[in-house]
Antibody, heavy 119, light 109 residues
Framework: EVQLLESGGGLVQPGGSLRLSCGAS????????MSWVRQAPGKGLEWVSA????????YYVDSVKGRFTISRDNSKNTLYVQMKSLRVEDTAVYYC????????????WGQGILVTVSS | SYELTQPPSVSVSPGQTARITCSGD??????ASWYQQKSGQAPVLVIY???KRPSGIPERFSGSSSGTGATLTVIGAQVEDEADYYC????????????FGGGTKLYVL
């Protein structure tokens, strides 16, 4: 059974930093691209970032370029996103998703973790 | 910037057919996928590569694509199908990025 479990969320002040982690199990992690998708309170889904199987290729939505860094450790079956210079508008539930690299679909999702940016 | 456009809501009675549309200029060249999100839950993939259904998704869910539009069809909608539905595709015209539609609330009542 595929499982994705996010951790690391919480309350942070504007300008602060946070690192989210996503532990994966139930599939060969290194065989799949991975992604982060977020959802602001009461709003729709927003694609944030994607990473290739090896980690060599990454993509970002324009609003987080230069502030967020996606990475992965295939030896630990874990996906990360390092978020810095956080803004109030980054407040959202962040989902880790299997797939979503180039045209592959998001076939499994984590339960999501809330990041709140507020003073 | 590239956008996918969906109607805000669609309403049907139980047993009727619901159709949710998604329009975008790159859809003739890029696959669409569809996600169901029930209140308080993570999204679930219901259609990928325009018309393929993952295992475990009921046969009443189907997808199609033509020109700049993609459509999710629910034949014989059930009360439990009431949810938000999002289309998704990609855009590589300038820099690669993923794009979700704004979402459609399907009411089955």
């Amino acid at each position: 059974e595929v499982q994705l479990l996010e951790s690391g969320g919480g309350l942070v002040q504007p300008g602060g930093s946070l690192r989210l982690s996503c532990g994966a199990s139930g599939f060969t992690f290194s065989d799949y691209g991975m992604s982060w998708v977020r959802q602001a309170p009461g709003k729709g889904l927003e694609w944030v970032s994607a990473i290739s199987r090896s980690g060599a290729t990454t993509y970002y939505v324009d609003s987080v370029k230069g502030r967020f860094t996606i990475s992965r450790d295939n030896s630990k079956n874990t996906l990360y996103v390092q978020m810095k210079s956080l803004r109030v508008e980054d407040t959202a539930v962040y989902y880790c998703a299997k797939g979503g690299f180039r045209e592959s679909p998001f076939d499994y999702w984590g339960q999501g973790i809330l990041v709140t940016v507020s003073s | 910037s590239y956008e996918l456009t969906q109607p805000p809501s669609v309403s049907v009675s139980p047993g009727q057919t619901a159709r949710i549309t998604c329009s975008g200029d790159a859809l003739p060249k890029k696959y669409a996928s569809w996600y169901q999100q029930k209140s308080g839950q993570a999204p679930v993939l219901v259609i990928y590569e325009d018309s393929k259904r993952p295992s475990g998704i009921p046969e009443r869910f189907s997808g199609s694509s033509s020109g700049t539009g993609a459509t999710l069809t629910v034949i014989g909608a059930q009360v439990e199908d009431e949810a938000d539905y999002y289309c998704y595709s990609t855009d590589s015209s300038v820099n690669y990025r993923g794009v979700f539609g704004g979402g459609t609330k399907l009411y089955v009542l």
